[in-house]
């Protein structure tokens, strides 16, 4: 298996192997479409719609990974076919946008006409670490800022070498309406390793390369809402995902274990959604397209970054200087629910940005899973006591031979 990730309201399941491609729906479990047309590296469904975005598997001599191809699966015609001048990392889509991520170029296109509206130049992001709101009444697209980090002192900046921006934990907030920045702001200290918008787009959730923290911030304002711990030790989180209601996010990570977060109901937060906290700051929210009309692709880094510091509260401006266990006991929030996948579950990096284990939160309290080795778990959750969840479905997304032309249901709880 070469690729595999859910839809945008995780009622399916896009699966890209050596052979060709497959689409699965989640309940009940079932191969819907399979297609026998060669490697394919990225295959991304427009929600349940007959819209997919093919992109070849490197390496392979039948397929480019530059070459991007959209399909109507129920017509069996192509569309569209786009060539790139490196490899396509990744794909997003909603029902007004596409977004093609190269290694440091974001183009972004009308998904209704395929035009090209803007690209983007941005640090170099191999993991192709960005977001896309499902929802185009959110019109945002997030990715890592290329804004510098705090400057040196005199000693340490003779020598470092790195690049401006590179590695820095800023997560930028772009418009794909006015197609215009519409917030930065500081996520984490260390570099970016994941991050999600919710499903109306009013949340995001960013990781870190640690990943012993989760945050969550509101759009377009950014202001924090949430601080998660997942735990003490480092780890890479492959997946994060809200519910569709927003009211749960879960997180999974190599280790082969799922955090899930509760989002509390006291306070509102971006989305319409509460943040739990009686310190929580909810700032108004700024109209990208009004707030910041002013500033193009070609911005100052050191001035947009000022900018964004004097409309920001003065206690996120400060929390950014002070020790990262200060603010981090503010709120030690831990997950209330979890589990742990039964081996032989893989879950490690396939390659080209893409999540290996990917966690779906549907409709019902259920948590879904894929895994990098044809994995497909469900798991109950009971939204009362939280706690270990009880796995209550198991299937496989492969056959034997690896190559993806069958389903075979392997265990039921």
């Known amino acids: 298996m070469l690729f595999a990730n859910f839809n ?45 975005a093919l992109v070849g598997a490197p390496d392979t001599p039948s397929s480019s990974p530059r070459k991007l191809q959209i399909v109507n699966t129920k017509r069996q015609s192509m569309i569209c076919e786009l060539l790139f001048p490196s490899s396509i990392l990744c794909v997003k889509l909603n029902r007004k946008t596409l977004v ?29 670490i960005c977001a896309l709101s499902p929802s185009p009444d959110a019109p945002y697209l997030a990715y890592p800022a290329p804004l510098p980090s705090p400057a040196p002192s005199a000693a340490s900046a003779s020598t470092t070498t790195s690049t401006p921006g590179a590695g ?62 997942r735990g003490a030790r480092e780890t890479h989180i492959y997946s994060l995902a809200f519910n569709p209601a927003g009211t749960l996010l879960a997180a999974g990570s190599e280790r082969g274990t799922v955090h899930l977060w509760r989002l509390g109901q006291e306070r509102k937060g971006g989305d319409g959604h509460s943040s739990g906290r009686d310190d929580a700051s909810v700032g108004s929210p700024v109209d990208s397209a009004d707030g910041h ?20 509260s003065l206690t996120r401006v400060a929390a950014s200087y002070l020790p990262a266990s200060i603010p981090e006991m503010w709120e030690p929030t831990r997950d209330f629910a979890f589990f742990k996948l039964p081996p032989p579950a893989v879950t490690e990096w396939l390659g080209g940005g893409m999540c290996a284990a990917g966690v779906g939160l549907s409709t019902t309290p259920h948590a879904m899973v894929i895994t990098s080795d044809g994995g497909f778990y469900v798991y109950s959750i009971d939204l009362e006591k939280g706690g270990e969840c009880v796995l209550v479905k198991q299937y496989s997304c492969i056959t034997g031979d690896g190559r993806g032309d069958g389903l075979v249901a392997v265990h039921v709880v």
Do not use: W
């Open 100 to 128: 093609i991520v190269l290694e440091a170029e974001i183009y972004v296109y009308d998904i209704s006409n395929m035009r090209l509206l803007h690209v983007i130049e941005t640090v170099p992001n191999p993991d192709a």
């Open 293 to 312: 009309a002013q500033l193009d692709a070609g911005y100052d880094a050191t001035a947009l970054r000022r900018s964004f510091n004097l409309t920001n």
């Open 8 to 52: 945008q309201d995780y009622s399916c399941v896009s699966i890209g192997t050596h052979k060709g491609y497959s689409i699965i729906n989640c309940d009940p479990f079932g191969r819907v479409y399979t297609q026998n047309d060669g490697a394919h590296g990225i295959v991304e469904m427009l929600f349940c719609t007959s819209l997919v």
């Open 168 to 229: 820095c934990g800023d997560v930028m907030l772009f418009s794909t309406r006015a197609l215009t920045p519409a917030n930065v702001v500081r996520a984490h200290r260390s570099p970016l390793a994941m991050m999600s918008l919710s499903g109306n787009g009013g949340l995001l959730a960013t990781a870190s390369v640690k990943g012993t923290v989760v945050r969550v911030f509101a759009t377009p304002s950014l202001d924090k809402l949430y601080q998660f711990r």
